[in-house]
């Protein structure tokens, strides 16, 4: 039997898991998948948490393994066995992206930079999922960031969880690969399977979130975001500055701890200028007895510090902030 190997990247939640479980065969997928917490959880009950595997079977012959990386940057360890070990010698990658969510241009350049290496050395096609539910950024927008950031991939807008969605992207990347000939055979089966299911899915309850238009890619914190943060575990308080340093809104009740939040924006813009070590994206102060202080910076130069336990691992802090941002 001859092997082909697809990897499937991107954000939690842009389809990965259904994409691969949409055609692979029955009972040939494995899902490593945990109860999501906090924001992730609105959208995405469960959360990839080391891969997803399933096997396509082409022909007697011939058959296509499906890997999937965990969509977290807590799991970033994952990516890299993937990337350079289980799949480094993949036919193509699957590059999902979901865009409903807030800053999906963000996601497109973010993994395509964690996996630069392998995207450089194999085919790839962006797969734009839920489309259906927000048409913008437009299929032009991500071919021209493609193109801006050096890179060569087709980008499709495409539905996960049907396989006569899915197995076009499969064929295209493996069309010059394999000796398997007939897709459109497994194109007629994909179609009669996905109307079975269609038959059984349960609509997606958006009561719970609501999808905004677009808004580019420059990140901007709402003064809603404190009360957001206050509900993740470990966190005692949040407060908000403006790109001046002043206070916005806080829940902190230290005057101290809210002065600093201020004083650190600035002191980062000095330390920006005079050190080589690029944008500063977040400063955490860690202590064994004490709370900790962990203070975030965007673009917009606002500037949200928390006050958490000192058990809550920055780690996960930072991956609840980067979804709370993504889908709050």
Known sequence: MDYHKLLFIGPVGAGKTSAIRSICDDHENIETEAKASDVTGRRKPTTTVAMDYGCLTLSDDEAVQLYG???????????????????ADCAGIVFLVDNTRNYPMRDLKYYAQEFAELISRKPVIVGVTRSDLRDTPTLLEYENTLEEMGINARVRF?????????????????????RFNEWAELAKRAIANDAELEEEWVPVDASSYEI??????????????VDDVMNFKGVKGAALTDDM???????????????????????VKVFEEVSDLGKVQSVSLRSAKEDNITVFLNDSEQVLGIQSSNRVSFRALKQQVDDLLQWG
Do not use: C, H
Not at 212 to 225: A, L
Not at 245 to 267: A, K, L, M, P, Y
């Open 69 to 87: 990386t965990p969509g977290q940057a807590r799991f970033k360890f994952m990516w890299d066995m993937l990337a350079t070990n289980i799949a």
């Open 158 to 178: 495409i539905d996960a969880r049907k396989a006569s969605s899915v197995l076009p992207v499969v064929e295209e990347l493996l069309q010059d690969k394999v």
């Open 212 to 225: 905004q238009d677009y808004r580019g890619e420059e990140v901007v914190m709402k003064d809603s975001i």
């Open 245 to 267: 340093g002043d206070v916005v809104t806080s829940s902190i009740e230290s005057g101290e701890v809210n002065d600093f939040v201020g004083f650190v924006s600035g002191v």
